[in-house]
């Protein structure tokens, strides 16, 4: 037995040697360390030893998995650090060269606008109307009817307002107006709310009109309510969203459901004298509608005029972007050309 486990040292010592991967060596361990290995199959035998016998056999058995338990640990931490040398010299990365682009999306021109407009008057003390209560598609009753619009106005000719087929008097809303009416409807004043959204008219397209465009109209509605809370909140809007303390002009003019009614001008912001064609020579630009809610609106939805009284604002967002960027085509909104888009 002697002579055996000295054949089996010399045997695995060469084999771990040889060894030339974690896995060869984990093959030589089992081998002869295992329960079935051929170093335990000699521990087995040692009952049929004498005494004398089993003391220095079995001392010499021990010695022996010392020393081979010794030499695989050795050869583990060479191999391991070896493969480790070789993966990490295969799979290294040079930290120097350019990273992959990936290109990203951008926030389009028109939501930059609108979510700047609803920032400054949500500082005005001015909340988000719910988007249920702001249909796209609409009923004439309430885009128009319950506006003070009269049966025989141009606006509800098929040349100005698109209608469906869904059912009669079914239509694509004109202006965000409607959902004045239905906020009205839902709550007592006071009310200070702005709704954005898409509008739909039968417009030919061009470069300053499109068949669809977005619109935010404001309506705040309150006891003591006059033309003067009205204009103090339009030229805070136009202060702050044009940047400076720029001019405004308040023009009469006429909308069935405001009396009396305006369109707010702006001084030009990229005027050059006469010449200029952003305002015609003018030296003003219009960017808004506005006016005191008809006594007759402010009836159709059940609101007491002796008591409250109200203004609403309507303005267009693509006109907005185009005046604030000096864009001069309102078309590339929605022509999704990367050479517009990414310069936003």
Known sequence: MKEKLELILNNATQEINN??????LDDVKLKYLSRKGELNSIKKNLKDLSDEEKRVVGSLANSVSNKLEELISIKNNQLYKKELNRKLEEE???ITLPADYRPHGKVHPLTQT???ITEIFQGLGFSIMPQEDSPEVETEYIN???LNFPPNHPARDMQDTFYT???????????TSGAQIRQMLHQAPPIRVISPGRVYRCESVSARKNNLFHQIEGLMVDKDITFADLKGILNEFVRIYFGSARPTRFRASYFPFTEPSAEVDVQCIMCSGKGCRTCSGTGWLEVLGAGMVHANVLRNVG????TYSGFAFGM?????TMLKYAINDIRLFFNNDMRFLNQF
């Not at 060894?19 to 060869?24: F, R, Y």
């Not at 267009?316 to 907005?320: A, F, N, S």
Request: aromatic content about 2%; glycine content about 2%; overall charge negative.
């Open 92 to 94: 290294r990365i040079d």
């Open 165 to 175: 087929k869904t059912a009669p008097n079914v239509i694509l809303r004109s202006q």
């Open 316 to 320: 267009g967002v693509e006109r907005l």
């Open 144 to 146: 128009f009817d319950m």
């Open 114 to 116: 609108i979510n700047e």
């Open 303 to 306: 609101i007491d005029t002796e």
């Open 19 to 24: 060894s030339q991967s974690v896995q060869e």
